[in-house]
């Protein structure tokens, strides 16, 4: 049972580089989100998904894009890099949410991002 | 914008001591996190508490919350070396379409000295 397995750790990229970064989770939760994670700024949901197909913003979603064609991937694309976007990136699944929830998230490692 | 906020933002404690932190949110609730983030890592749930419950335990961790104050408190009794982490609470709304916004804190840094 790996839980929730982000790839890559390390990443740099040039400013109006794209990636993608993964996500996949082996539990069967429904539920998955990415946030990110800046010093003095906690984390901030970018946007989360409720079930395969259906996704939704967070607090911060610009400059990013996701998809949920399967249960366990979540990937999250960054369409042109920019220095705003250096950060550490985590993604978070649960067995449910929306107030349902009773044993939390689980986090991914997290992936962290330089853009140069 | 952030939900909670932690306090203090860094406390720091001999081995043995008890560790207080403080969260206070803004909206209501359905239910109030604590998670731990050790350096360079991910972050580990701890404990869950219901917008009906007023304090939960597990091991040495005591959560108790007071929605008519939008609080929240965790104590971290009989500390270890191995309890220095960052500590976040975050909030699962109460209602309406953003409740599956789980949204965090900017957290407690907790030093636990040897």
């Known amino acids: 049972n790996a839980g929730v397995t982000q790839t890559p750790k390390f990443q740099v990229l040039k400013t109006g580089q794209s990636m993608t970064l993964q996500c996949a989770q082996d539990m069967n939760h429904e539920y998955m989100s990415w946030y990110r994670q800046d010093p003095g700024m906690g984390l901030r949901l970018i946007h989360y998904s409720v079930g395969a197909g259906i996704t939704d913003q967070g607090e911060v979603p610009n400059g990013y894009n996701v998809s949920r064609s399967t249960t366990e991937d979540f990937p999250l694309r960054l369409l042109s890099a920019a220095p705003s976007q250096t950060s550490v990136y985590f993604c978070?699944?649960?067995?449910?949410?929306?107030?349902?929830?009773?044993?939390?998230?689980?986090f991914g490692s997290g992936t962290r991002l330089t853009v140069v | 914008s952030q939900q909670g906020e932690e306090d203090p933002q860094a406390l720091s404690i001999q081995e043995g001591e008890n560790a207080t932190m403080n969260c206070s949110y803004k909206?209501?609730?359905?239910?109030l996190q604590w998670y731990r983030q050790n350096s360079g890592r991910g972050l580990v749930h701890l404990i869950l508490i219901r917008s009906n419950e007023r304090e939960k335990h597990s091991g040495r961790l005591r959560v108790t919350l007071d929605t008519s104050k939008k609080s929240s408190s965790l104590l971290i009794t009989a500390s270890r070396a191995a309890d220095t982490a960052s500590y976040f609470c975050a909030t699962e709304p109460g209602s309406g379409g953003s409740n599956y916004k789980l949204t965090f804190g900017k957290g407690t840094l907790l030093t636990v000295n040897p």
């Open positions: 909206t209501s609730i359905n239910n």
């Open positions: 978070a699944s649960s067995y449910s949410g929306g107030g349902r929830s009773s044993y939390g998230y689980t």
